[in-house]
């Protein structure tokens, strides 16, 4: 089993910045795993964010947020880390850490590569 903590959330004003960590820990977690970011606006469905691959050599990201969101991984400590800037009204919305299997190769970003999920963290952007 593997526990997946996120904090960071919180009101922001539009353009400001937020930094979201979430924290791994498990007898299961393995600290090459495949790790990302989701977010899911009320009353829409989950979409992907970003995604860091087993050695952070590889990063992907959603066209919407890319070069405004950063994400990164910590080995030492287990947790990974986005970092959101120029937020805009649009990225209001519950954030999720997410975990898959070790995967070597391509960076993988779809919700079916991910089997282990937090409970959320809110980001709410104020125009």
């Known amino acids: 089993q593997v526990q997946l903590v996120e904090s960071g959330g919180g009101l922001v004003q539009y353009g400001g910045s937020l930094r979201l960590s979430c924290a791994a820990s498990?007898?299961?977690?393995?600290?090459?795993?495949?790790m990302g970011w989701f977010r899911q606006a009320p009353g829409q469905e989950r979409e992907f964010v970003a995604a860091?691959?087993?050695?952070?050599?590889?990063?992907g990201y959603a066209d919407s947020v890319k070069g405004r969101f950063t994400i990164s991984r910590d080995f030492a400590k287990s947790t990974i880390s986005l970092q959101m800037n120029s937020l805009k009204s649009e990225d209001t919305a519950a954030y999720y850490c997410?975990?898959?299997?070790?995967?070597?190769?391509?960076?993988?970003?779809?919700?079916?590569?991910?089997?282990?999920w937090g409970q959320g963290t809110q980001v709410t952007v104020s125009s």
């Open positions: 997410a975990v898959g299997p070790v995967n070597y190769g391509r960076l993988r970003t779809s919700q079916d590569a991910f089997n282990n």
């Open positions: 498990g007898p299961t977690f393995d600290k090459y795993s495949l």
């Open positions: 860091i691959n087993w050695n952070g050599g590889s990063t």
